[in-house]
């Protein structure tokens, strides 16, 4: 074998095993995302709205255009901006499960290549507005693409009354770090937004911690069950 030759060999090999030892290293700081997560502290926003987006803002009225007072996630940002139910992250195989106590949504995400955000099933089978979802790893993140979601309310709590057209799509990036873990969720939507909306939330591991049922019903959700505010409170 040439000298020339035994360098390329040589060299093909010191590639593959530094490229198989940064795969084992990404798989295993992705096995970090596995358990029970709870929000720690307030989610960072960034917003730049367009001229329809500051007039649909405008427009919204919490008490009938509140979808949680139907019982119904708005948006997956909607759901982690509630502050005490946790979420349940699992990977398992060719399937990503994300399990939300608020509003009880169980979301299943399938981890196939080649398979497109467009011909993905719905992501929460009982709510077709929340769209389509793949995921894929990048390194040790993982990534979800969403599309197919559907024209309404986008968050009602962190951003009360912003909205999205039904050309929105969304990126969530979920970070590990320890017993720590972000999501930088991104959404671009021309219609109502400037530039692309970035909502960056920090979940704290909640070690035991489990997903109970939220149980919502809209006679206890709507805002017709809460005593009206008296105008002298004592």
């Known amino acids: 074998m040439s000298g020339t030759r035994t360098r390329a060999v040589v060299a093909t090999v010191i590639y593959v ?8 290293s990404a798989q295993s700081k992705r096995a970090e995302l596995d358990g029970v997560w709870i929000l720690a502290g307030n989610a960072q926003i960034d917003l730049t709205l367009t001229p329809a987006g500051e007039a649909a803002r405008a427009r919204y009225n919490y008490l009938k255009d509140d979808p949680a007072m139907r019982c119904i996630p708005a948006t ?29 949504v169980h979301r299943r995400v399938p981890i196939k290549p080649g398979l497109a955000v467009n011909d993905a099933p719905y992501t929460v089978k009982e709510h077709p507005h929340l769209g389509r979802s793949v995921g894929h790893y990048d390194g040790d993140a993982l990534v979800i693409d969403t599309v197919d979601q559907r024209a309404g309310i986008l968050d009602t709590l962190g951003a009360p009354g912003l909205v999205q057209s039904d050309q929105m799509r969304t990126e969530e990036r979920f970070i590990p770090n320890g017993n720590r873990m972000t999501i930088v969720v991104t959404h671009y939507d021309p219609v109502y937004y400037a530039k692309p909306l970035v909502v960056t939330f920090t979940y704290q591991r909640l070690p035991g911690g489990e997903i109970l049922p939220w149980d919502c019903t809209p006679e206890k959700a709507s805002y017709d069950a809460f005593p009206p505010k008296s105008d002298n409170p004592r």
């Open 76 to 104: 997956f940002t909607r759901v982690m901006h509630t502050p005490s139910p946790p979420i349940e992250v699992r990977q398992r195989g060719d399937e990503l499960e994300i399990n939300y106590e608020f509003m009880d």
């Open 17 to 24: 095993a530094i490229t198989a030892a940064a795969t084992m």
